[in-house]
């Protein structure tokens, strides 16, 4: 940073000061710390008058670096043009072939058929710079095929199975207590799933065997590959142990 002083006048003498201390004297300008910040002052004499004038100083931004622009296209075909640059206070500018477009930011959206030569230009109060390069219209969103596949044997399974016929559940009580549901349809490829208040219970038999105490509502629910149907029906707790009493014979 260098600072200079003018003034008319005859046998000039300068000083300096920066914040109020003492710089160089006897020149006109003077070099500063490019971070220097602050008011500087010039006074101006001779043997008839003198003068002075502050002005507050900034540090000078760093110059532009070397520019860079890329190029991204989104998997929806939409293209943003990026430019970066080092230095200072940056500001932008796009021209796309020769054209201006929006000034300012460092990244810029484009139409997905774009073609042609795109410039991105920085500047600051240092230096400047630009970097062009060609674009290619993005290509179009990405297209995923979907194949579906049918087993045929899978097919003729099911057209061959017949539908589900009437649930019947029956609960068979034995002489020891011990109780058993069984579960009973018409149809092809019967699947069989219980539940006992709602609860499940072991899936793919057609009877399930229950603890004599067992007391509520249980379901049984068969399907296969064309149709579905249940039973629900209320149990109660298979009595005890039956007890014969053999009386003599003369009772």
Known sequence: MRASCSSEGEQLLYSWTLNGDSLMDGNSSIDLNEGTDGNITCSVKNHVSHGQKTINVKSCPAPIGSVEVSIICSSSGV???????????????WTLNGDSLTDGNSSIDLNEGTDGNITCSVKNHVSHGQKTINVKPCPGPTTTSVTSTVNCVDVVQREKAAPIGSVIVSII???????????????????????LNGDSLMDGNSSVDLNEGTDGNITCSVKNHVSHGQKTINVKSCPGEFFIHKCPRIC
Do not use: F
């Not at 293209?79 to 500018?93: I, K, P």
């Open 79 to 93: 293209m943003r043009a990026s430019c970066s640059s080092e230095g200072d206070q940056l500001l932008y500018n």
């Open 173 to 195: 009580c034995s002489s020891s207590g011990v109780m058993r549901a069984s579960c009973s349809s018409e149809g092809d490829q019967l699947l069989y799933n219980w539940t």
